[in-house]
């Protein structure tokens, strides 16, 4: 049967699955995940006009003309300078976080070119799972979830890209590659959905292409307003270049995104819980292509051939059968070198792998805190199902119908927990009930999520 469940009140914070929670309230709980909501503290904008009510259905548009109109860009920092953290928007920003749940860690220092000082911090001890130092994904810090890091199908390929979207430069030969080239791509060749991680200042230069995207079906998440290396930044600095590019991406597409990824993937729990209580889940990899170091429009000096390599050691691997989980492997759509590699490289990729989202191979539907984007996923294609929790609360604990979206069935403490049509099935609503402590019901979350 399917049943209500006794359960404590961290459920609300979703692990980036749920629907908007309008009244979920802070846990100090230590085993707690922290209780997040919709960010109320952004503006409330008009409906952007040629944008999608939700996911696309219908053919999708690919012409290749799209607007250069930018937003209204003296609303907003100048695109890639240095942020105000005394602006009157992101003070309300600051004003809304509870500062005790954020971890103290130290702001990391740079050297005289730029490059992180990584000297000074104990990766034996990494008190404050930094990323940089030590590739930690699962957070120190109990309250926070952890990183998402690689699709749990080992058949799954989790199709992302940093950077976008792409903004024509001026020069005719290289707006070849700007968007929506990419995006167009995708698109006629088998209707390819991707993850897509956006610098606010692209999207506030662009705002059409962030809108193509969304129409096409792509999911949207934050990458920062100018790419910096996020744990060298102060508290309010975090909190300024995530702000904004919140408010970009919701002016341009009308979406508020749970998602982001720090640049270079240089996050700690103090930048994680910042992140966190705006309402969005930290996302990483697990494999890189490197391929923003190949020689093009502001790229590096790596060989494309050694890219060709990741890529043709990765199909020869997958074709194995030995990979144990599937892979977010990180690309860009950072100028003309990365667009031509991906687009060299993905139908042979779609030949082994299962090529989705990074949000369909971890099943979530709902990667926004609007209602209205429902997004298919590897356990309801069709896109019907709303992923959400609903709460009541009675006494010291909530009484919840909680709906997740992964999972096997499994037996813990003795009884039948199953996951069907994104409800979970209990063998004995009694046998449940008697059961399912606090502790109990962590364990059970724990047996039958991804997150």
């Known amino acids: 049967m399917y049943i209500k469940a006794y359960v404590p009140f961290f459920l609300s914070a979703g692990y980036l699955v749920s629907a908007s929670i309008a009244t979920a309230t802070a846990t100090t709980t230590s085993t707690s995940i922290l209780a997040v909501e919709s960010p109320n503290w952004l503006p409330t904008f008009e409906t952007p006009s040629g944008v999608n009510s939700g996911y696309p259905t219908g053919k999708l548009n690919t012409s290749s003309a799209l607007s250069h109109k930018s937003l209204n860009l003296s ?180 979406i508020t995104t749970k998602c982001w990824r720090p640049p270079y993937g240089d996050v700690d729990d103090r930048v994680r819980a910042i992140a966190w209580q705006m309402g969005m889940r930290t996302i990483i990899w697990d494999q890189d292509t490197n391929d923003w170091n190949m020689p093009g429009d502001g790229g590096g000096n790596l060989s494309p051939s050694t890219v060709d390599g990741y890529f043709g050691n990765w199909i020869k691997k997958g074709k194995t059968g030995a990979d144990k989980h599937g892979h977010i492997v990180l690309e860009h759509e950072l100028n003309n070198a990365t667009v031509k590699m991906t687009e060299k490289w993905l139908p042979r990729l779609q030949g082994v792998f299962n090529v989705v989202p990074i949000h369909k191979c971890m099943n979530v539907s709902q990667p926004y805190w609007e209602n209205n984007w429902i997004y298919p996923t590897e356990q309801d294609e069709d896109g019907f199902s709303n992923t959400s929790i609903s709460s009541t609360t009675t006494g010291s604990i909530t009484e919840s119908t909680f709906v997740v979206e992964s999972g096997p069935s499994t037996k813990v403490f003795g009884v039948d927990i199953t996951i069907k049509s994104n409800l979970v099935k209990v063998s004995s609503a009694s046998a449940f009930q008697s059961s399912c402590t606090t502790a109990i019901v962590f364990t059970i979350l724990s047996a039958v999520l991804f997150f």
């Open 75 to 254: 609303a907003y920092p100048e695109p890639w300078g240095k942020l105000s953290t005394t602006h009157p928007e992101v003070k309300a920003v600051i004003a809304a976080i509870d500062w005790s749940k954020v971890p103290k860690a130290p702001v990391r220092k740079v050297d005289s070119k730029g490059d992180m000082v990584m000297t000074g911090y104990s990766a034996d001890k990494d008190p404050y799972c930094w990323w940089s130092d030590t590739n930690c994904v699962k957070p120190k810090a109990s309250y926070l979830p952890s990183d998402i890091s690689y699709c749990p199908n080992p058949t799954d390929w989790g199709l992302n890209y940093d950077d976008g979207p792409l903004n024509p430069s001026g020069d005719k030969e290289l707006d070849k590659w700007a968007e929506p080239e990419l995006y167009n791509f995708l698109a006629k060749n088998n209707n390819q959905k991707a993850t897509l991680f956006y610098i606010g200042s692209n999207v506030a230069t662009f705002p059409e292409a962030a809108k193509r995207a969304l129409n096409d079906g792509h999911t949207i998440c934050v990458h920062t307003w100018s790419h910096p290396q996020m744990t060298t930044k102060s508290n309010y600095q975090v909190v300024a270049e995530l702000y904004w590019t919140l408010r970009a991406i919701k002016e341009a597409t009308g």
